[in-house]
Nanobody
Framework: QVQLVESGGGLVQAGGSLRLSCAAS????????MGWFRQAPGKEREFVVV????????YYDDSVKGRFTISRDNAKNTVYLQMNSLKPEDTAVYYC????????????????????WGQGTQVTVSS
């Protein structure tokens, strides 16, 4: 059974930082692209960043480029999202997701390509 468990969310002032963690079990983060998505109230879930299954490539949405960094610890089977210079518009529930495709050559930005999802962690940025 696959489980993705996010942690690290919270309330932070604008300009602050948070680090989200996604601990995976039942799948290996070294065999699937792993992504972060977010969903703000009243909005659709949107892509934030993905790391390829090899770990060599990352793709960021323009809205977070230069502020957020995705990484992973293969030994801990965990993916991280370091978020710096946070803005109120970053407020959302953040979801970790595992690609449904095993070792796909394409790291997708589409939520439909992800078959495994965490429960989400709330990030609130106050102005």
């Amino acid at each position: 059974q696959v489980q993705l468990v996010e942690s690290g969310g919270g309330l932070v002032q604008a300009g602050g930082s948070l680090r989200l963690s996604c601990a995976a079990s039942g799948l290996s983060v070294t065999n699937r692209a792993m992504g972060w998505f977010r969903q703000a109230p009243g909005k659709e879930r949107e892509f934030v960043v993905v790391i390829s299954w090899r770990g060599a490539s990352t793709y960021y949405d323009d809205s977070v480029k230069g502020r957020f960094t995705i990484s992973r610890d293969n030994a801990k089977n965990t993916v991280y999202l370091q978020m710096n210079s946070l803005k109120p518009e970053d407020t959302a529930v953040y979801y970790c997701a595992g690609d449904a495709r095993y070792r796909s050559s394409l790291s997708s930005r589409r939520a439909d390509d992800y078959g495994y999802w965490g429960q989400g962690t709330q990030v609130t940025v106050s102005s």
